[in-house]
Each structure stands twice: as structure tokens, then as C-alpha cells.
């Protein structure tokens, strides 16, 4: 029986099976972004956050090695292909990363605890998904677009920094991306008693594996649709409103990329946290506890449209392509989240 799929189910599903992964490495492997700098800040452990250096690592060797070999056209990664602001990187980094930490997770680490039971994550996701859109396309677009316009710097001969280190030392950007993928995972296996701990390191290269994945699934899409869908990585604001809107008007839009990589991550830690014995149904107890995660959810919504990408979308995706503004967002975000867990630690935030 010849079996017909549509085009936007079948990035759906290419983006469900990445997303399962994700889902998976929260649950079992404790893969989080704030996790990994609130260990290393005030746990006195950086194991998590050499984690994220594998996941980092990987998913740079991974995409360029792909790139390398002709199976992802660098003209259509969507962070290689036009402009860029650094003001909007930084700014939407830090506001990212403080609403990170008052509200106790980002996006994708929301759903991971979502897909656990945890009622509280459901009102960050709600929030940042309509206030990504709030920012992205709604009344504060036109704002956003006067004041942050996303072609403030544009390098027609290197759209991103690999292909600006083959300009200047005559190295083929592909190379330059999987040896300095190479070196941030060797960094990141110097310590011996990270290098003990084979589960984080494993999962580390599943999330890793999952971003580059994702932009060679998402590029056989693209030739299978004739360039009706776009080459995509994984994301985590505006496709938690993407995929809001499709729960209320599916019968007239069309499934994609971004709803199946919301819903593989709520399958795949619904999965864990089942694998962990850890589901459980908690809701918010403390209406201050509240306040926080709605006002953090909102900052976050906001800061990753202006520094287009979370955590995951710049820190991970962006990354991966050594896209210009990535390491400036991903610094701030990492700066802002320590600002953040500091203020809540000494009670400067209160609300």
C-alpha cells in the first residue's frame, strides 16, 4: 500500500524525531541550560555545563561535516542568509536569559517539565508563546523593526564566522567549523571526573546529533517539496505560538516543522519521565512563585524574538552554523541568567 505524506507532515515528523530526543535528554540525561549554569555558579559542579560544551561540540561537527559534504546548501540556513544586529543580540540575550532564571526554566526545559506533569510549566509555555507573537508579528512588531532592524550589518562575501575565517586564512569553512566543533568538545572532556560520568556525556552528543539532524531533515524536506518548506533547526518561542495556533485553527492551517518539534519534546519527556518514575501532576502553590514565571516567560518571549532564537535556537542552531550574532546572544544569555539567579538569591526580585 502506497502510503502518501504531505509535505508538512513530513517535516512534522522530522522535527517529532529530533524533538523526541530533546524530550528524552532532559528527562534522563537532566539536559537544561539553566541548569547547567546554576550548577556551575552556586552547585560547585560544571559537569552539566560541559554537557552542554559536548552538545555544542557535536551538533557544530555534525551540521558542518554536512555542509561539508554537499547534503546542506549554506545559501538557505535561514542564519546564514541576511543581516545582522548585534544591539538586539545582546539585549534580547540578557532579557532571555533573566526571564530564564526568575521563571525557573526556558522553553525547551518548560516543556521537558510539562511533559512531566509539572502544571506550572504550561503557564510559562502559554506566555512565552503569545508573547514571542506579541513581539514577532503582533502590536509591538512595527516597534521592534524601527528599533532592532535585523539587517544592521550585512557581509555579502561571509554570512557567518566560519565562512569569515576561510576569507581570511584560506581555510574551507567546513573545515573551520568541525575542528572548532572538535575543540570545544575537547575542552569540554579535559576534566576526569566529567569524563566519568558516560551518561551526561552520551546524552550530550544525542542533543547535539539532534540540531544537525534536523537541518538534514528539514533540507531532504525542502527538495521532497520543491522548496515549499525551508531548512530549519530546533527553536523554542515563536514555534510554542506556532504551535498554539495550530491547536486552535488546524482545520485551516497547515502542520510544520515547529509544531512537531513542540510536540516530539512533550512525547519524549512524557516518555522519560514514565522511563524515570518521576510523573507526577504539580501545580503553583505560591501566587509570588507565579508572578515570577509569568514575568519571566514574558522576557523571554520578547528577548528571543529580538535576538532571533533562545538558548537552544541561538545557542544550539545558530551556533552550529557559527552564525554571527549566536556567540553574543548565547554570552548574554548566559550573563543574564547569572544576573537573574543572583537577584533571586540576595531577594532582589521579589514579585
Not at 517535516?11 to 549554569?37: H, S
Not at 526545559?109 to 503582533?138: E, N, P
Not at 548574554?332 to 532582589?348: P, V
Request: aromatic fraction near 8%; glycine fraction near 16%.
Amino acid at each position: 500500500m502506497d502510503i502518501q505524506i504531505s509535505d508538512g507532515a513530513f517535516v512534522a515528523l522530522v522535527a517529532a524525531i529530533g524533538g523526541i530526543a530533546l524530550g528524552l535528554a532532559a528527562r534522563l540525561g537532566r539536559f537544561c541550560t539553566l541548569g547547567a549554569i546554576e550548577d556551575a555558579l552556586y552547585g560547585g559542579s560544571d559537569h552539566r555545563l560541559r554537557m552542554w560544551g559536548i552538545a555544542l561540540g557535536t551538533a557544530m561537527m555534525g551540521t558542518f561535516a554536512l555542509i561539508g559534504v554537499g547534503l546542506i546548501p549554506t545559501s538557505q540556513i535561514p542564519h546564514l542568509d541576511g543581516g545582522w544586529n548585534p544591539v538586539a543580540h545582546i539585549l534580547g540575550g540578557l532579557l532571555f536569559g533573566y526571564g530564564m532564571a526568575i521563571a525557573g526554566n526556558c522553553g525547551f526545559g518548560a516543556l521537558a517539565r510539562l511533559g512531566g506533569g509539572d502544571l506550572r510549566s504550561f503557564v510559562i509555555v502559554l506566555v512565552m508563546g503569545i508573547t514571542g507573537y506579541v513581539v514577532m508579528s503582533g502590536p509591538l512588531a512595527a516597534l521592534r523593526v524601527r528599533m532592532f532592524p535585523d539587517d544592521l550589518l550585512v557581509s555579502q562575501t561571509a554570512p557567518g564566522l566560519a565562512h569569515l575565517a576561510e576569507a581570511l586564512t584560506g581555510i574551507g569553512a567546513p573545515v573551520f567549523g568541525v575542528f572548532a566543533g572538535a575543540a570545544i568538545m575537547i575542552f569540554a572532556l579535559k576534566s576526569k571526573t566529567f569524563r566519568a560520568e558516560r551518561g551526561l556525556i552520551l546524552w550530550g552528543h544525542i542533543v547535539g546529533l539532534a540540531i544537525a539532524f534536523a537541518w538534514a531533515g528539514t533540507h531532504i524536506a525542502a527538495q521532497r517539496s520543491f522548496g515549499a518548506t525551508s531548512l530549519e533547526s530546533y527553536t523554542f518561542v515563536a514555534p510554542l505560538g506556532e504551535t498554539i495556533l495550530y491547536v486552535m485553527t488546524a482545520s485551516g492551517t497547515t502542520i510544520s516543522f515547529a509544531v512537531g518539534s513542540v510536540g516530539g519534546v512533550l512525547a519524549g519527556a512524557f516518555i522519560g519521565s514514565l522511563i524515570k518514575g518521576h510523573f507526577r501532576w504539580e501545580a503553583c502553590e505560591d501566587p509570588r512563585e507565579l508572578r515570577r514565571q509569568i514575568m519571566g516567560a514574558a522576557l523571554m518571549g520578547g528577548g528571543a524574538i529580538l535576538a532571533i532564537g533562545c538558548s537552544v535556537g541561538q545557542g544550539l542552531s545558530a551556533m552550529s552554523v557559527l552564525a554571527y550574532g549566536a556567540p553574543l546572544t548565547l554570552a548574554a544569555i548566559f550573563a543574564g541568567a547569572a544576573i537573574g539567579l543572583r537577584h533571586l538569591i540576595t531577594g532582589w526580585v521579589s514579585v
